[in-house]
């Protein structure tokens, strides 16, 4: 059989623990009998990370702002103990935050669909994906603990020394202070990631805040996102037939509740903390989340939601079968491979990934899973439980069949 050839390399990143181990056996039994994989490699498993000092991850993200498409496994977040565990010079920073940081770029996560795995939400049918802007807000906020009343004010002096004083309120006793700020910059970079996510999926993009009340700050958002569709984006729009939908936050939250899905849902950062933990527990498992990293112009990373399930890895060094569920990190594959296909008209290879695709829900829906989704099974459907090296067979099965 001739292999399917690349013209671009992929960007490559390589993670930790057990996704390090479903890494590789993903691409040695599903991608490399198939594909003459072309990938530019970052190793960023913490011990590479740690003996370049991080630059790798930074290389990493420049190589995907030059090739435009990445697959990235998954990788710890240094905590103290972790710098004990791996004896690290420093406690690195998130890899996520450092390449989200470089790329400016806002993550969508979006739950995988199988029809014998129902959401607890009975009429969500299709994906909903959230998109949540990371910068700001509350997570950058100043915060006051006043023992006793007072006067609370917000000053602002501008580069060019004009002073705005407000009166925030005058408290009778002890209370709570918070000041908070966001960039115009960040808003327009989370808009056309949103904006681009929405015509490269074809779905309808949703976003909300609270603008009735926050006259200034939310307002800000509504129209940088209003200005830019117009701008920008009408026109791909209604060529492709989507929507881009502006309401209130809490009027989106009971429509989403009554929608059947297939819709961006793009939201503050607060709003999509929250809301993302809610949408993808209703979906059901971690393990079935993907995670896209899309910059504002139009480089995409691809990844699984989950961690490198540590609690699996260890029981993994004791000599145990790996029972982990690989699915988010295929379709992280199938997703880079199917953007490169796209960019690059290797009609082969996009050809390819949604085949993949297709057997790996074909499997689960035939009743083959992994322990973690037998739970989570309609009741009284087939149910077969398998280990991660089985449920890649049976993929591989089903996706000869197709190739
Ligand atoms: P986790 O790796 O997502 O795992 C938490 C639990 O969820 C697992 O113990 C397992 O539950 C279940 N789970 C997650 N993925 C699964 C899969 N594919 N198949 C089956 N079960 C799965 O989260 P964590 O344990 O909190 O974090 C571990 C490390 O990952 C940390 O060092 C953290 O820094 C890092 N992390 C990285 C990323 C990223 O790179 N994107 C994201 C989050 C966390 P049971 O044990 O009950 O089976
Ligand atoms: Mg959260």
New binding site residues.
């Given amino acids: 059989m001739n292999k399917i050839k690349m013209r671009t390399p992929l960007v490559e990143i390589d993670?930790?623990?057990?996704?390090r181990v479903?890494w590789k056996i993903i691409k040695d039994e599903l991608l490399l009998p198939y594909i003459e994989l072309k990938t530019e490699y970052y190793d960023l498993g913490l011990p590479e990370r740690d003996k370049t000092g991080d630059r790798i991850t930074v290389d990493a993200a420049m190589a995907t702002k030059k090739y435009g498409v990445a697959v990235?496994?998954?990788?710890?977040?240094?905590?103290k103990q972790?710098v004990e565990e791996y004896n690290l010079r420093e406690m690195w920073k998130?890899?996520?935050a450092t390449i989200r940081a470089i790329l400016d770029g806002t993550v969508f996560r979006a739950p995988i669909i199988v029809k014998n795995i129902k959401p607890v939400v009975a009429n969500w049918e299709k994906p909903i994906t959230i998109a949540r802007h990371a910068f700001g807000d509350v997570y950058k906020a100043s915060e006051i603990r006043a023992g006793e009343g007072g006067t609370a004010e917000l000053v602002f002096t501008s580069a060019s020394g004009k002073v705005t004083r407000m009166k925030v309120c005058e408290l009778d006793g002890p209370g709570v202070l918070q000041a908070m700020f966001n960039k115009d910059s960040s808003i327009r970079s989370f808009a056309h990631s949103c904006f681009k996510y929405a015509l490269s999926t074809k779905q309808d993009l949703w976003f909300s805040t609270k603008d009735t009340i926050s006259k200034q700050y939310d307002q800000t958002f509504k129209l940088i996102f209003e200005e830019i569709y117009n701008t920008h984006y009408r026109a791909e729009f209604e060529r492709l037939g989507i929507e881009y939908f502006y309401t209130l936050i809490d009027d989106a939250a009971s429509r989403v509740i009554r929608s059947s899905g297939g819709f961006i849902w793009a939201c503050k950062n607060y709003d999509g903390d929250v809301m993302s933990d809610l949408v993808s527990t209703a979906f059901g498992?971690?393990?079935m989340m993907t995670?896209i990293l899309v910059s504002p112009d139009g480089c995409y990373e691809y990844?699984?939601?989950?961690?490198?399930?540590?609690?699996?890895y260890y029981r993994y060094l004791k000599g145990e079968t790996p029972?982990?569920?690989?699915?988010?990190?295929i379709f992280a594959w199938v997703g880079a491979l199917s953007k490169r296909g796209e960019i690059d008209g290797i009609d082969e290879l996009s050809g390819f990934a949604k085949n993949l695709k297709r057997a790996c829900i074909e499997t689960i829906e035939g009743g083959v899973m992994?322990?973690?989704l037998a739970a989570l099974a309609v009741p009284g459907s087939k149910v077969t439980v398998v280990n991660t090296l089985e449920f890649i067979t049976e993929i591989k099965n089903r996706l000869d069949i197709k190739q």
Avoid at 15 to 19: F, L, R
């Fill in positions: 993670g930790d623990e057990m996704t479903l990235k496994c998954a990788t710890i977040t240094p905590n972790r998130s890899p996520n498992s971690l393990a995670s990844e699984a939601a989950h961690g490198t399930i540590t609690r699996h029972t982990s569920n690989p699915m988010a990190l992994t322990k973690d």
